[in-house]
């Protein structure tokens, strides 16, 4: 029991590492999976040189267990995050390609996600990972609400502040013609009422 909870926490924990793209190479890193596991990585690409400023592109290719078998393809992107399910067991290789370019300054950021499969809907689970993984479920559907909220109020906010913008707007406008209008009203009766005297 402890050693699967200690499995489960240190595959849960995130593996950062950043290596060097040779120019037209590939890198390529290997995890082993067991059916139904979760496999995210998440990487960026960038550039050794500090004096550069363009923004460095590569491509990324997941393979399955078959070399010839790719599950996952990106090609010219400066990032991405991509997550797949374990069809099978087996050793899938994920590789950060170069092979298109000549720069050879160009680098690769990227973190490992790995997550074993309990199945949550089983109700002989009675195990800590497996509660350990339904609270982790129920904390992200309550960080997506909250972010869900947030958004939405920010909109709402939004919205109210245009409308008070446009009100008072609408307010000083009518109050100058108000004012417009009772000025021409004195000055025109002033001139009606007015005496000519001819000589």
Not at 156 to 165: F, I, P, V
Request: with cysteine.
């Amino acid at each position: 029991m402890l050693l699967q909870f200690l499995v489960l926490l240190f595959a849960g924990l995130c593996n950062a590492h950043t290596v060097h793209l040779p120019a037209y190479g590939r890198r390529c890193f290997f995890e082993n999976l067991n059916k139904g596991d979760e496999l995210s990585v998440s990487f960026q690409f960038g550039d050794r040189n500090p004096h550069g400023t363009e923004q460095l592109t590569g491509d990324f290719v997941l393979y399955g267990s078959q070399r010839s078998e790719v599950l996952k393809t990106l090609r010219d992107v400066s990032h991405g995050d991509v997550f797949v399910n374990a069809p099978y067991t087996g050793k899938f290789q994920y590789c950060f390609l170069n092979e298109n370019s000549n720069i050879d300054t160009k680098d690769v950021t990227f973190n490992v996600f790995g997550v074993i499969y309990v199945d949550l809907d089983d109700p002989n689970t009675r195990s800590l990972d497996g509660s350990v993984r339904q609270l982790s479920k129920l904390v992200k559907e309550v960080k997506n609400e909250q972010s869900y909220i947030i958004i939405r109020e920010r909109t709402h906010r939004n919205t109210a502040e245009s409308t008070n913008d446009r009100v008072k707007w609408w307010s000083v406008f009518q109050l100058l013609v108000v004012v417009v209008n009772s000025l021409f009203q004195i000055y025109y009766l002033k001139r009606f009422f007015e005496v000519t005297s001819y000589v």
